[in-house]
């Protein structure tokens, strides 16, 4: 089945420190990712669509600067948090789906707890 | 994108069914019904998926009526490792979709 893979999956940095999550489709090639953060008790939230080759879509209310996603090969999409403060703290989780393949389900990575001190 | 209304909670005994109703009144015609468990610090899990009618796989049974204007996520004898949040989630054609706020099960002894 396809597999999406997260890394790290835990991560505690200074304050100023710029953090990078890889989200990695193990078996199938995904020319989308989606970005989400979730907060605890809370459901998960669209950050952005990573599009592999072009700029990356961001929500409303999702600042591009702070959260720059890279999305470099059918394969790999990787979020950097830039100078991260403790309000950046949260659960960050991708997602892909098989694009070669209509109407499949998106797989999600196991997330990135992210803790700013 | 259709918007999904889930009860937010709901309880139940090992070796009990559970039946979890998703509403998506705004569904479109190639839209189509994704179900997602959540354990806590995890990613969702894949469930089942529809577009109508029922499906069943060895987890899940999900059943969409003609309208589709809902979705029901039949769980067959749970057990204490199914307690998590469920999520119903509406897929367009572009492979867009929006979180609800889940449906927290607790299964107890």
């Known amino acids: 089945g396809a597999v999406v893979s997260q890394h790290p999956s835990w991560v505690i940095c200074k304050s100023g420190t710029s953090v990078k999550i890889e989200c990695r489709s193990l078996?199938?090639?995904?020319?989308?990712m989606f970005w989400y953060r979730q907060f605890p008790k809370q459901s998960l939230m669209l950050m952005a669509t990573?599009?592999?080759?072009?700029?990356?879509?961001?929500e409303q209310g999702v600042e591009k600067d702070k959260f720059l996603i890279n999305h470099a090969s059918l394969t790999l999409s990787t979020l950097t948090v830039t100078s991260a403060h403790p309000e950046d703290s949260s659960f960050y989780i991708c997602?892909?789906?098989?694009?070669?393949?209509?109407?499949?389900?998106?797989?999600f990575g196991d997330g990135t707890r992210l803790s700013i001190l | 994108l259709a918007k999904t209304t889930q009860p937010i909670s709901m309880d139940s005994y090992e070796g009990q069914e559970v039946n979890i109703t998703c509403s998506h009144n705004?569904?479109?015609?190639?839209?189509?019904i994704t179900w997602y468990q959540q354990f806590p610090s995890q990613g969702p899990r894949f469930i089942i998926q529809?577009?109508?009618t029922k499906v069943t796989n060895e987890v899940a049974s999900l059943f969409i009526p003609a309208d589709r204007k809902s979705s029901t996520l039949s769980l067959p004898r749970v057990s204490l490792s199914d307690t998590a949040v469920y999520y119903c989630?509406?897929?367009?054609?572009?492979?867009?979709?929006?979180f609800g706020a889940g449906t927290q099960v607790v299964v107890t002894p």
């Open positions: 997602s892909a789906r098989d694009q070669g393949l209509s109407n499949q389900p998106q797989h």
């Open positions: 078996d199938f090639q995904a020319t989308t």
């Open positions: 990573s599009n592999e080759g072009s700029k990356a879509t961001y």
């Open positions: 705004n569904i479109a015609t190639n839209d189509y």
């Open positions: 529809g577009y109508k």
């Open positions: 989630l509406v897929t367009d054609s572009w492979g867009k979709f929006q």
